[in-house]
């Protein structure tokens, strides 16, 4: 089992940035591939960024490529979501999820765990 707990969103004016913290208990997760999802008021959950075990593959949704940054600390057992020119679209509240299999995927179906998310508001 894994327990996944997020930390450091808040309200920042747009074009701000924030760091969201993953750190993961129990079981160790160094093969699991992470993501980072979001989901806004009224709408499905969504892919935002993803990273395998060894940071080698990394992915990103289109709408944050280029501002957000995904990174991990194995030794740690964070991961870790840089977000720069935050704008109001990605207001949301923002969860961390595991997956068993050291394979990056958008797909939220296919990731096992999940903390229990952090909010972000960004405010024009």
């Known amino acids: 089992q894994v327990l996944l707990v997020e930390s450091g969103g808040g309200l920042v004016q747009a074009g701000g940035s924030l760091r969201l913290s993953c750190a993961a208990s129990?079981?160790?997760?160094?093969?699991?591939?992470m993501g980072w999802f979001r989901q806004a008021p009224g709408k499905e959950r969504e892919f935002v960024a993803a990273?395998?075990?060894?940071?080698?593959?990394?992915i990103y949704a289109d709408s944050v490529k280029g501002r957000f940054t995904i990174s991990r600390d194995n030794a740690q057992n964070t991961v870790a979501l840089q977000m720069n020119s935050l704008e109001p679209e990605d207001t949301a509240v923002y969860y961390c999820?595991?997956?068993?299999?050291?394979?990056?995927?958008?797909?939220?179906?296919?990731?096992?765990?999940w903390g229990q998310g952090t909010q972000v508001t960004v405010s024009s």
């Open positions: 999820a595991g997956r068993p299999l050291p394979i990056v995927t958008r797909d939220a179906h296919e990731y096992r765990y």
């Open positions: 129990g079981r160790t997760y160094g093969t699991y591939a």
């Open positions: 990273i395998n075990w060894s940071g080698s593959r990394i």
